[in-house]
């Protein structure tokens, strides 16, 4: 089992940059795929990022492929979303989970954290 907690949400202009981090506490963090969602009001949770264990291997939604950057840093048990280049469609609630197997759909991570809010003005 492991333990999630998202930061770095906020309010950004058009055009900004963010960084999410999403610390992990428990055991074997290193052993875990990582995916990062996202949820705006009225609609269902999305796919972003998904990050291997290793880190090694990432995937992106089209709708932030070139923008946004999964990385972590096992040593730290952190998981990170560089977002650049935010447009207000961004603008939602970013959660992280862990997963056992690296791939895009929500059913396949077990661990979630609360979520943090991203708001793009325009």
């Known amino acids: 089992q492991v333990q999630l907690v998202e930061s770095g949400g906020g309010l950004v202009q058009v055009g900004g940059s963010l960084r999410l981090s999403c610390a992990a506490s428990?055991?074997?963090?290193?052993?875990?795929?990582m995916g990062w969602f996202r949820q705006a009001p009225g609609k269902e949770r999305e796919f972003v990022a998904a990050?291997?264990?290793?880190?090694?291997?990432?995937t992106y939604a089209d709708s932030v492929k070139g923008r946004f950057t999964a990385s972590r840093d096992n040593a730290k048990n952190t998981v990170y979303l560089q977002m650049n280049s935010l447009k207000p469609e961004d603008t939602a609630v970013y959660y992280c989970?862990?997963?056992?197997?690296?791939?895009?759909?929500?059913?396949?991570?077990?661990?979630w954290g609360q979520g943090t809010q991203v708001t793009v003005s325009s």
């Open positions: 990050i291997s264990w290793s880190g090694g291997s990432t």
């Open positions: 428990g055991r074997m963090f290193s052993t875990y795929a």
């Open positions: 989970a862990a997963g056992r197997a690296y791939g895009r759909g929500p059913n396949e991570y077990k661990n």
